[in-house]
């Protein structure tokens, strides 16, 4: 654990904090699941810490319960007399090739669309099965993105280690900080209890990572508009993910709906974004774009597989890295399984949130200091090279959830009433807590 947060404290530049750790043992895997939800957790909390040390002179302490960043790690959302919808496709998952093991990820209709392209309709998995088990695995990788979609064959760790795509991302930081050009004054409107006031948030991002990451600022004060494409949703992770956020859709391949864009963009003081490295560029709204419009912008913005290499354009998700990078193999090999064997939760997407939150707040502090914004870059294959790197975790199992995980107040959702897990970080008189309900995508107007 020390080990792993001395790392990040390293490449966020963030000084050791007053810090303690409680409660006991680990989520069951290959890898120290528990250790990198603690630390990237942790490393948030530092951040703040530091920016209320340099605003106010005070350092204020932090604590983080193993058992509850385990949880949260999964889902934080306990609904009463409800169900989340399924998080997966029906026919989204790993299938036996004819050399190896593949997984297709089919979640958004379009990326279903390209896997049916390449191997015709499928009406279940056993269907989809016969016609992946024809072809070998890296043949149809290649021919799913190619049509626009989602694969990843399995890999080891050793393959990846070879491959130009993990080479590029060993060779990265975990996060790469940019500096900005052109100043601009800023006057800190926070407080020890709400240390975000006043920050306008500008969330470009979907499931999962940038999504905690919003969620982690809204939960400090930051005003919070997510934006989606108008056909966009993801009823799996809504509830979870929509905590303290206003929802609202543009198409931004519309004039009328780019002028409400450029607007919001232009009185953001955080930008945060997963498309493409290559997609905003697209759009007209590149990283040189938004610098120009926005003087002391902060810009965070992540991917899957890295900012350089032949796979840095390439669509992903966490369980298609952990299959590239080797993590599916281990856990097979670790569990004596005959399958691809994951992290037991969407760990990669975690902790990245986590840590591009604590990267936002930091470039915060350094704004508040010097008025110049900044940029930071990470991506989900350097965070699995972190997990990878630290080895395996604690045997000792977590003590089962029970109702005294749960806070008392009753979350007024639109799918009906909820509990929240308590919240895992304790920052010494700055509650992380939420004014705003979970909501449906596109409930809101695209204002601030």
Known sequence: ???????????????????????????????????????????????????????????????????????????????????????????????????????????????????????????????????????????????????????????TWEQWQAHPQGLAVNAEPLVQFSAGHTPQNTIWQGSVARPLAGIKVLDLTRVLAGPVASRFLAGLGADVLRIDPPSWNEPGVVPEMTLGKRCARLDLHDQTDRQVFESLLKDADIVLHGYRADALERLGYGAAERQQRIPGLIDVCLNAYGWSGPWQNRRGFDSLVQMSSGIAHAGMLSQQADKPTPLPLQALDHATGYLMAASAIRLLAERLNNGLGGSARLSLARTAKLLIDQGPGSAEPLRAEDEQDQGMLVEQTPWGPAHRLHVPLKITGTPVQWTLAASELGSHRAQW
């Open 1 to 155: 654990m020390t080990d792993l947060l001395t790392s990040i404290q390293a490449e966020l530049g963030l000084p050791l904090t007053p810090l303690t750790f409680t409660s006991s043992g680990a989520l069951p895997s290959a890898f120290a699941v528990t250790d990198l939800a603690c630390a990237s957790i942790a490393a948030a909390g530092q951040a703040v810490s530091e920016l209320l040390h340099q605003q106010t002179g005070r350092l204020p302490g932090l604590e983080v319960d193993r058992r509850l960043a385990s949880f949260w790690f999964s889902s934080s959302i306990r609904p009463l007399g409800w169900k989340v919808p399924p998080l997966w496709d029906p026919i989204a998952g790993d299938y036996a090739t004819k050399d190896g093991w593949i997984r297709l990820h089919t979640n958004a209709p379009h990326h279903r669309a390209a896997a049916e392209a390449v191997l015709g309709a499928c009406i279940d998995r056993k269907s989809m099965a016969a016609k992946v088990a024809q072809w070998a695995r890296t043949d149809l990788e290649q021919a799913v993105v190619d049509a626009g979609g989602c694969a990843a064959e399995m890999r």
